[in-house]
């Protein structure tokens, strides 16, 4: 006695069940690849049981393989705007000097916070670019 088409379904629903107590999106993929067993199973009731198990081994390489490049599309497409890297989101922007860059340092009030800056000794007053962010520090040059 082979599986039929519904034992392929319960063991895909059970893998997928799975997957809520061990996420990762690995038990998913298989799951699916026992539905789709269980849908080819449909047509031909007869096949044996090698063939349901080669097939059901194909169906999951190719889902994993899926999964993990639609994973990766995923991933790629986030599209990070420096929420975690608070420096990194006023390189580019322009500001206007508090107090005098001497010497190639100075400090400069960015929205609540105090910078160290480093950049072309300026008066206070004048106005800069970041062009660069190193750790704590915002390397500026003037703006036009």
């Not at 895909?12 to 690849?33: C, Q, S, T």
Request: charge should be positive; include cysteine; glycine fraction near 12%.
């Amino acid at each position: 006695m082979h599986p039929l088409y519904w034992h392929w379904w319960a063991a895909g629903l059970a893998l997928m069940a799975v997957e809520a107590f061990f996420p990762g999106a690995f038990f998913l993929w298989l799951g699916l690849a026992a539905l789709a067993v269980g849908v080819v199973l449909l047509p031909l009731p007869g096949l044996g049981l090698e063939p349901q198990v080669a097939l059901f081994a194909l169906a999951a390489v190719g889902s994993i393989l899926i999964g993990r490049q639609l994973r990766g599309a995923r991933r790629g497409a986030v599209v990070d705007h420096g929420l975690n890297d608070r420096a990194r989101r006023y390189a580019g922007r322009t500001f206007t000097l508090d107090a005098a860059i001497v010497n190639g340092v100075g400090s400069m009030r960015v929205d609540d916070g105090q910078w160290r800056i480093a950049g072309p000794d300026l008066p206070a007053g004048s106005c800069v670019r970041v062009v660069a962010v190193d750790g704590a520090t915002l390397t500026v040059e003037k703006a036009n």
